[in-house]
């Protein structure tokens, strides 16, 4: 079967750096993405991952390795305003989106 | 208005309800899509359309019914539900509904709740 996984909640805290992991199994691979979802309102996207190595867009980063089915988003420079869930979703080889459940990151002061 | 919308965002309806979701994008896009979201589970896709044709259905309870009128506008016509099907249900948009690099657009979703 398909398989994405990741962390269900993080903490960190303001200011500080963090780095949430995504590992997948799926049918074929054709791209990862990262969505941010704040709690009541819709997924938007981050970023897309297609080749191996290292995504950097501000202070969020993205990374792929594809030979290790493993990817993780990185966010510097923490605010209170990143607390939010982030969903992980691979693209199969039908060119469908597998979602993982989600990481909820909670940030403290 | 911009992006993807729906309404209603809240919905509470008893099982022997009839009831309707409906999402509005004004993106331009050929590719629609409905998902379920539960607490701490993936997002479920129920329902892509693709030019305002059904191409893909996810093994849905008959007691959901998607209607695609026209590209810009979808939605989710629901009858006798069960309480299991309480959940946020998000649409979304895509400039087609196949390819890599195929970043979806999600309105804001709808909280249902059935009693």
């Known amino acids: 079967g398909q398989n994405i996984d990741q962390p269900t909640e993080m903490t960190a805290t303001e200011g500080a750096i963090v780095q949430i992991n995504c590992t997948y199994q799926?049918?074929?691979?054709?791209?990862l993405f990262w969505y941010q979802q704040h709690a009541g309102e819709a997924p938007t996207f981050l970023s897309y991952?297609?080749l191996d190595g290292l995504e950097e867009k501000g202070r969020f980063s993205s990374f792929l390795s594809r030979s290790k089915g493993y990817s993780y988003l990185l966010l510097k420079e923490l605010q209170m305003k990143d607390s939010a869930s982030y969903l992980c979703?691979?693209?199969?080889?039908?060119?469908?989106?597998?979602w993982g459940a989600g990481t909820k990151l909670i940030i403290k002061p | 208005e911009t992006g993807v919308t729906q309404t209603p965002r809240h919905l509470v309806m008893g099982m022997t309800n009839k009831k309707s979701l409906k999402c509005e994008q004004h993106?331009?896009?050929?590719?629609m899509y409905w998902y379920k979201q539960s607490a701490k589970k993936p997002l479920e896709l129920m329902f892509v359309?693709?030019?305002?044709?059904?191409?893909e259905n996810n093994s849905v309870p008959s007691r959901f019914s998607p209607e695609c009128p026209n590209s810009s506008h979808l939605f989710l016509h629901l009858h006798t539900l069960q309480p299991e099907d309480s959940a946020l249900y998000l649409c979304?948009?895509?400039?087609?509904?196949?390819?890599?690099?195929?970043?979806?657009?999600f309105g804001p979703g709808t909280r249902l709740t059935v009693l």
């Open positions: 979304a948009s895509s400039q087609d509904s196949s390819g890599a690099y195929n970043e979806q657009f």
């Open positions: 993106l331009g896009h050929n590719a």
């Open positions: 359309y693709s030019l305002e044709e059904r191409v």
């Open positions: 799926t049918s074929g691979f054709n791209g």
């Open positions: 991952n297609v």
């Open positions: 979703a691979v693209v199969d080889s039908n060119y469908q989106l597998i």
